[in-house]
């Protein structure tokens, strides 16, 4: 299954640097149909899910499919989503998922646990954690990505499900940032507790479609997510922040129509970057490895539109690289690996990719 | 030395709400010279400082001059400037204190602690904690406040000086709120520790004059700064962000030049709210106490130039009502009693008011 690829780089825009020498990216994994994220375990254990529902385990060569997944919605951008192993999955062997979960009035975005089980053929004591307050037919904006912060609450990104207004209405979960403890509770210090008409989950909102997410060695919480044409951004998350959607953005209307009220607004945050034209940014990794040292911090995010991952750097951010193979197709998911090497899902040809130090 | 004074709201601004019919205002202190800050003590005790360098204390109807405190450099807006009593001060008797320090260059923001003598008459063991790396003979936008967090660091927010391009420069202290602990050291948790060229002290930057602070009730700090024309704003500091001057703001230059780049900028802060016309605004309490249960974590700030409290609430935040008495001439500070009453300076009749419930 590996393969080597051929390592393009700042061919989409002229203006961008190119890549630096020393890396190369091998195919690791192909013959994927439609993969939505992956996670890797300590002991290089590559679980990938399948929007349809499947959750794949690679291992030792081999590859098998892992039982007792929930039940998904599949219904345009639903499916089941994001994957990711707890920090203390080697003596827990927990896992996360989220998932479009059939519910009253349609699907809505939902956060489970189970636990991968000792022969790693099956979930075990799978349970919600989390599931949005509202159901919708809508086949599109679920988000999702989960993260376990640093202090073992989990934050969950949830887009607004094409129904904009409702990211501005905090008595929805729509267009949100949800943090949750780990049995499901809501922790006592999140943003809006205890106050009228406002879901406790909450933790920041007014956001359209955010599909990527990872925290900095700093412990905060970085957020990429789709907005409408030439208004694609990086958010980096604060507690009880209001994004600004649909009220302010940097797009417009896929129409041409001007959106909401401009570009900014005071007590609404600005995005940290934005693209324009769009890129449809899709999984982000605030990278922290020993591989590349050079890279520590810089926020790395798949394009599904240029099919590339871009890396940013600086203050203010820029996108300092682009990085992609001849065959990349649609960048879904970037993690990084135990041992620094970086990974992502191509999900147009159905394939997984490692970028290592050469 | 108790004296009634008349009650006038909404005089200002047509549209802005009558305050509560349910208050009172009645001065307390009289007699002072340009009084800049003050603390009430656990006891009622309250200590006010001057421009000039004196600290006033105030008991059982009688006042006198605490001797101890720090040598200021007396110059147009400098001088000694903020107090506030530690959070721990019936065991400690330790103040805390902004000041214009004379140094190298002309002079610069500095913060010192000292403790209360046991019979009230003097500092003891005054000591600084932190002082800006560079001077300057500027006699403006010292800020500054002094404020306890949570966590028991101290942040200080600090002027450019009148040197706007060093609120955006982090190899200087101009322009920053600075955060560091009890005994003077950084904090490793600082966001830019560690990080070449930048200063270790700065918790965030792009500030232009922030003369007002405080936390609310989950920790976080709240600042009032004086904009350019129109553009005063009120913000929530965040771990590493930039407020944007002078780069960005809502104000204009007071020549009527339009400043830096606009009102916005992705990777700046929005401001939480901002007046326009500008209102001067200085000292800010985000309230807590139980006197006024209706005003929980309403933002006061004070008007220096339209000599008035502003009340700010709500999500996003509006001016709710204004707060004032026929005498009120540049409300400098503001403060919440042990009682939960708001006392403020009127630097211009040099007098302190309390603001109680009928």
Partial sequence: ????????????????????????????????????????????????????????RFADGASHVVSGTPKVAENGQGGLLDITAARDFAISRTLFFTYAKPMQGGSGTALAAAELSADAQSLENLRDLFVMAQGSRAGRHFGSRVVEGSDGTLFVTI???????????????????????????VPGDNPFVGQDGILPEI??????????????????MWVSEHGARGGDEVNRIQKGAN????????????????????????????????WDPSIAPSGLLVYSG?????WDGDIFVGALKFNYIARLDGDPLVEAEQIM??????????????DGAIWFISVGN???YRVAAK
Same sequence: chains 1, 2.
């Fill in 325 to 338: 193979t001849d065959e990349t197709d649609r960048v879904r998911d970037i993690v990084e690996a135990p």
């Fill in 1 to 56: 299954m590996i393969k080597a690829a051929f390592l393009m780089v700042g061919l989409c825009f002229g203006a961008v640097p190119v890549a630096a020498q020393g890396i190369k990216i091998e195919q690791k994994i192909s013959g994927l149909d439609t993969p939505w994220a992956m996670a890797i375990l300590p002991d290089e254990t590559v679980l990938v899910t399948e929007i349809d529902g499947r959750l794949l």
């Fill in 159 to 185: 887009g607004d499900r094409g129904d904009d207004v409702k990211a501005q209405d905090r008595s929805t979960h729509n267009g949100s940032v949800i943090r949750v403890n780990r049995d499901g509770s």
């Fill in 350 to 352: 159905g394939a997984i």
């Fill in 203 to 220: 933790w920041s909102f007014g956001h359209r479609n955010p599909q990527g997410a990872g925290l900095d060695f700093q412990g905060n």
């Fill in 243 to 274: 994004f600004g959607w649909p009220v302010i953005s940097y797009g417009r209307h896929y129409s041409g129509a001007k959106i909401g009220e401009g570009t900014a607004k005071p007590g609404m945050e600005q995005p940290a970057f934005y």
């Fill in 290 to 294: 020993t591989m590349f040292p050079e």
